[in-house]
């Protein structure tokens, strides 16, 4: 199983960016029922959950990003995603993507998201 997230970039505070992050490797049934979260880690600073989706729909997000980001999967693309809607510097960090699907953890390998004020 290969994760490959993307969408990242250079994004002005307020804008709006999509991150994606895509299985390969697995079969439809396998991602449908895995568990999906986007963490990120800023300069200097620990690796943190952003953002929670799991197999029923259910989304949990951190405080910070509460009501400014969504996640969402699309399972026949087998890709979930990270809507970034009006992002803040403090936001600025590489984003990761990780499924818990087979029993185990996969991580992908981050996508840079730097947000200018």
């Known amino acids: 199983v290969q994760l490959q997230a993307s969408g990242g970039g250079l994004v002005q505070a307020g804008g709006s960016l999509r991150l994606s992050c895509k299985a390969t490797?697995?079969?439809?049934?396998?991602?449908?029922?895995?568990?999906w979260d986007w963490y990120r880690q800023a300069p200097g600073k620990q690796r943190e959950l952003v953002a929670s989706?799991?197999?029923?729909?259910?989304?949990t997000y951190v405080d910070a990003v509460k009501g400014r980001f969504t996640a969402s999967r699309d399972n026949a693309k087998r890709t979930v995603y990270l809507q970034m809607n009006s992002p803040k510097p403090e936001d600025t960090a590489v984003y990761y993507c990780k499924g818990f699907i087979y029993s185990s953890n996969y991580w992908g390998r981050g996508t840079l998201v730097t947000v200018s004020s």
């Open positions: 989706i799991t197999s029923g729909g259910s989304k």
């Open positions: 490797g697995t079969i439809l049934s396998v991602f449908s029922t895995g568990a």
